[in-house]
């Protein structure tokens, strides 16, 4: 054992060599981690919106390095089940008292982004929704930037391509909560004020959904088109019904919104899928540069999934935050973080990419798409686009 006088010594010699390194190479001083507390549904019925966010969460990491502004960046990941707000506060709270997270970020639905709001307001952290896309989200907190969508930014381009496809007239199915009823609301807008007319608006539980009844008297209705919004995980049910009820038989259009077509499914539903018009801010089958290395890198990395919408609001949110510290400096706070995000512009697997300086919500291409079978796999093939896309609200 040596002696204590030898501790002592080395002790002091210690402190020397850090005094020196200190003087010399000052950038050697650790910072404190830049901590981002990742909250998502990673079990239960939303369980693939966790699992597609944090593998583009990861993927960002590993593409971009854990470093940022000198700090080393620690992922901090939570599952809430997705299907209790008050989790997902709890969680929030959690991570800002116990782990002192920088920022908040994921939140796979609208009502648990909306229980965690007031979390974020009280303790000025910065809450990067990645996922959830009811309008009125980022008006609940001036802590909230959003790096997915909006259902109203995404349901008008639909809307308006059906008029001008001589959908005369239209039934609308959308799942009962927030963002389905702004995906109701914007579609019956924008058809009728097109001169289009809703025959039925039907309304399905969120929870056990049985899509039977409702595809049935949609059917019945015998309109051109049926729109539907459900949200992601729910599609391939969707699928099903649409199939054993024939809608496509009867001559009547699948149209709407991307997320009932959502990539992380669309393979498995096959060629039901095929026909299916949706507008959306992002597919798969994106044709350019950034998305093919995008979805080569995530295949890659996560055992040939096929990256979904929900992937580029992970992709792109590790993004917001990377860029907000590099720019906010080394005390950057919360408030110097929102200030750096709020207009800020880059270039995303999706396409051109702005936050909003004044709502904090993504600006972006909304794409019309078709499935097609392309190498006999279905994917959602780009035909039309409207570009700088804002949330028109509802
Ligand atoms: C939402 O709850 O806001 C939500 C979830 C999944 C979607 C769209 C919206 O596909």
């Known amino acids: 054992m040596p002696h204590r006088t030898d501790l002592l010594r080395r002790r002091v010699l210690q402190a020397g060599a850090a005094a020196l390194t200190a003087r010399y190479v000052p950038l050697a001083v650790a910072a404190d981690p830049f901590r981002i507390g990742l909250i998502l549904p990673l079990s239960g019925p939303f369980a693939s919106t966790g699992k597609q966010v944090e593998a583009a969460c990861r993927l960002y990491m590993q593409k971009n390095g854990d470093t940022v502004a000198g700090r080393k960046v620690e992922l901090i990941v939570r599952d809430d089940t997705g299907v209790a707000p008050e989790t997902t506060k709890r969680t929030a709270q959690e991570l800002i008292v116990r782990n002192q997270v920088n920022?908040?970020?994921?939140?796979?639905?609208?009502?648990?982004?909306?229980?965690?709001?007031?979390?974020?307001?009280?303790?000025?952290?910065?809450?990067?929704?990645?996922?959830?896309?009811?309008?009125?989200?980022t008006s609940k907190s001036p802590y909230i930037v959003r790096s997915g969508f909006t259902l109203p930014q995404v349901t008008g381009p639909i809307a308006d391509w059906a008029v001008k496809n001589k959908i005369q007239t239209a039934v609308t199915m959308v799942s009962d909560y927030a963002p389905g009823i702004d995906a109701e609301s914007t579609f019956v807008k924008r058809f009728t004020s097109g001169g289009g007319k809703v025959a039925e608006s039907l309304r399905v539980p969120l929870r056990n959904a049985d899509y039977g009844p409702f595809i049935q008297r949609a059917k019945d209705a015998k309109p051109d088109a049926l729109f539907v919004f459900v949200p992601s995980g729910e599609g391939s049910a969707v699928m099903k019904q649409f199939d054993?009820?024939?809608?496509?038989?009867?001559?009547?259009?699948?149209?709407?919104?991307?997320?009932?077509?959502?990539d992380d499914l669309l393979e498995s539903m096959g060629a039901v899928a095929v026909g299916v018009v949706t507008s959306f801010h992002y597919s798969a089958a994106h044709d350019s540069p950034e998305n093919k290395a995008y979805v080569d890198a995530f295949m890659k990395a996560n055992g040939g999934m096929r990256p979904n919408f929900h992937s580029v609001g992970g992709y792109d949110g590790m993004h917001v935050i990377y860029e907000a510290a590099k720019n906010a400096g080394a005390d950057a706070n919360g408030d110097k973080l929102v200030e750096a995000m709020k207009g800020m512009k880059w270039v995303s697997p999706r396409g051109p990419m702005m936050i909003d300086?004044?709502?904090r919500d993504p600006v972006q291409t909304v794409y019309i798409r078709r499935v097609e079978m392309v190498n006999g796999k279905p994917w959602s093939i780009e035909f039309d686009k409207v570009e700088n896309v804002k949330d028109p609200g509802v």
Not at 113 to 123: I, K, S
Not at 247 to 262: E, Q
Request: charged share 15%; aromatic share 2%.
């Open 244 to 262: 054993d009820r024939g809608l496509k038989a009867a001559g009547i259009k699948i149209i709407g919104t991307g997320d009932v077509v959502d």
């Open 103 to 137: 920022v908040l970020a994921g939140f796979g639905l609208t009502p648990l982004a909306l229980a965690t709001a007031p979390v974020a307001t009280e303790a000025k952290t910065p809450m990067i929704v990645m996922a959830a896309a009811t309008s009125i989200v």
């Open 357 to 359: 300086p004044a709502t």
